[in-house]
């Protein structure tokens, strides 16, 4: 479904974020990119939708070749793909409504988004998704009257709402509470095998990854040092991956808490 | 544990002070000898004509004296025409200026606009910086004759270096990461311009708009000194015939409307936050 073909991202100040990535994910996979601050894991993601500009290399979504597309072509491919951000990335100072719909703009032309006159069946959408979430009742409100995971959750809808193929998740957990985290770690995976999207999620925190991923890859200095299955992570590798440290807190098995609040 | 040799036990009982800003004392002493002297010597070259000054005091004691008996009664209608004059300038000038001013602004933030366009949109800006109102207004007198129109194409130019240039800096220090998100959804540019750029900088926007309509109405009372309308021009020929109490009238009135544009945008932009 997405497939990196030696993707190489190299900065103008001469850092080589990526080093030749070569990566293959197919349909419905949901895969968590761990390493360590600077990896390039962020680099990565943000190629894939060419948010930053890949110096080398391809990236081929469903076939098609994302790289060398036109700005227009490569808006229509954007479509396909929904980004969920660290710190939310909402636009504070528009409705929550507002948010979640301009994952439609992509779809809608310029006057009809320039006056909110957005098709019934987007608002239609949009409701469904927040009601999905638990924030339907905050439609009206604006984003920056939110709290943080209710914010993360309407950063979901607006991914959502695009009809993606692929979720770009980059650090959705990090400015959150571990409960809440674990929330919207299991809300984003729940949608993916709901709707069989592909995602890529970068994480730094290892457990939570193991809790809820079929796929884990391991980056450091802009390389790929591991790719298996969750249980694959010994400390072995995660010395390959982070260097020398004290693994065996990290990765002792989490219990998997059942007090799902609804909020 | 830190790498560089530093022994903390040399350093215990003695004071600590901040490093001064200029690290050599020689250069340090230079600079602020030559700052003073120089300034000693600048003031030294201002001539002072004491006798003239000691004449001149009569005439300022009764300009002051105008303003315990402002004169609004005698010279009304000339008062009248020059303030809605005034006013009908202001709004105009800010109006038309501020519509040229966003697209410049858009244009002169680096990152919205490409190379090319923000370098022609910040020369525009530059242009209208350099060039004083007043220098302008004399120029379009010359060009348009005297009246309100060349007072309200200054006015007009002015904002339009004023609004974009300071819009242009809210624009490039705005939040990249709410814009990336929009332009991530597959947006184009001008829907992200709509949802991405213009909710962040909506409130500077509103709020610069009202400080510079302040600012062109103070202008339009300087701009008619030079023949380009407005109440300017009343309080001109009220000072040529050393109608002091009528120009005490007009200047009571500017300070009154001013204050009052105070006031309104200080509530307007609270409001916006």
Redesign the interface.
Known sequence: MLRLEKLVKTYKTGDQALKAVTLEIPEGQVLALIGPSGAGKSTLIRCI?R?VEPSSGNVFLAGKELTGLSAGAL?????R?G?I???Y??????TVM?NVL??????VG?WR??LRKFPQTDVDEAFRLLDRVGLAHMADKRADELSGGQRQRV?IC?ALI?NPALL?VDEPTASLDPKTSRQIMRLVCELCKERGLAAIINIHDVALAQMFVQRVIGLRLGAVEFDGPPEGLTPEALTTIYGEEDWEATIEKVDEDETEAAQ | MSDIAFDVHMRHGKPWKKPPLIQRPWLRWVLILAFFSYLIAAYMTIEVNWARVYFGLERGKQFVLAFTAPDFTSRSSDIWDGMIESIIMTVASSVVGIAISIPIALGAARNVAPLPVYLICRSIIAISRALQEIIVAILLVAIFGFGPLAGFLTLSFATIGFLSKLLAEDIESM?K??A?????????W???I???VQ??V??RLIGLSIYRLDINFRESAILGLVGAGGIGATLNTAFDRYEYDTAAAILVLIIVIVMALEYLSGVIRARVQ
Do not use: C, H
Not at chain 1, 75 to 79: P, Y
Not at chain 1, 102 to 107: K, N, P, V
Not at chain 2, 180 to 185: D, G, P, Q, R, V
């Open positions: 939708n948010l808006r229509k491919e954007r479509r793909m980004m951000f660290q710190e990335a909402l636009v504070e100072r528009l507002e301009s994952g439609r703009l992509g779809y310029f988004s320039f950063g607006r695009q770009l | 939040d990461v709410q990336e998100a929009i332009k991530a959804t597959g947006a184009r001008t829907q992200w709509n949802y991405g909710p962040q909506m409130p």
